[in-house]
């Protein structure tokens, strides 16, 4: 392996930080596997984040509005900011986009109104030029939609889920790294520039060397059947399972089990270090 893993912390986050701190030496798999090893990372954070603040609000009898409704779910960019961070999606809707016009000046206007209102939404984030190309990114994506809406163009549900998650995937890419170059370096190997590396089991397809294709070490930031299995288990969850706006009012054995089991490990676990990412916004 290139890098030492470090135990203790969540593999997402291990892998995310390991490939994103060595961008220059990841190949086609192995930033694959940091890209979407963010792209949960921050999904699990964030919603883990929203259901802590929601319960900690309710013991004080203070019941705030959802903010998290299962984003990679969407099968276009427009219904994923409509689940991805609600409130701050409705804040840059009522104060950003509706005074500069919303869509009531005309198709023109209103995609400019959209680039504004997610460049703004960028800068939110950070003043950074990986911020302002990611909230542009959005924005351009998000005229797109617009665009083809109006003109009654639409794909099938799983096409545009594919795509819509294929394009959130890309520009986590922009909002973790740490500099243009990074995400360059990163986006680069993920178009297979850097190399492909198949695993060594793989090398009965020797053939495929004259194809530029080596077999040996794929990840580099992790053992490739870890990855894999959690990679699938996780991001099944997240997209086809249940989030809690819809477990909360769930209150069989079974889940009360299972509710208990988690907050035992949780308060068990609660000394090892984890990276908390929107502590940085």
Known sequence: MLFQL??????????????FNHTS?????SAWAAALSYTFQIYFDFSGYTDM????AKLFNI?????????????????????????????????????????RKGPTRTYVNVLLTFLLGGLWHGAGWTFVCWGLLHGIGTSIHKLWSRRGFQLSAFTG????????????VFFRATSLES???????????????????????????HYDLTFGPVFGIG??????FVTVVF????????????????????????TTFMLLYSVNSIEKVSEFLYFNF
């Open 183 to 209: 995400a360059g370096n990163v986006l680069k190997a993920m178009a297979g520039f850097n190399g492909v590396v198949f695993p060594k089991s793989l090398a009965v397809f020797s053939w495929l060397t």
């Open 161 to 172: 889920w594919l795509g819509t998650f294929l394009f959130l995937n890309v520009t986590w």
């Open 63 to 103: 019941n705030l509005p959802p903010n998290f409704n299962t984003p990679y779910r969407a099968d276009n960019i427009q219904e994923f900011w409509r689940r991805w961070h609600m409130t701050l999606s409705r804040w840059l809707r009522d104060y950003l986009y509706f005074p500069l016009g919303g869509n």
């Open 223 to 228: 053992n490739i059947y870890e990855i894999c």
């Open 6 to 19: 470090t135990s203790g912390q969540c593999p997402f986050a291990v892998w995310a930080n390991l490939g």
């Open 235 to 258: 991001g099944t969850i997240g997209v086809l399972g249940k989030n809690s706006l819809e477990l909360q009012y769930m209150s069989t054995r079974k889940w009360t089990l299972v």
């Open 25 to 29: 030496d990841l190949t086609f798999f």
């Open 53 to 56: 603040a929601l319960g900690s």
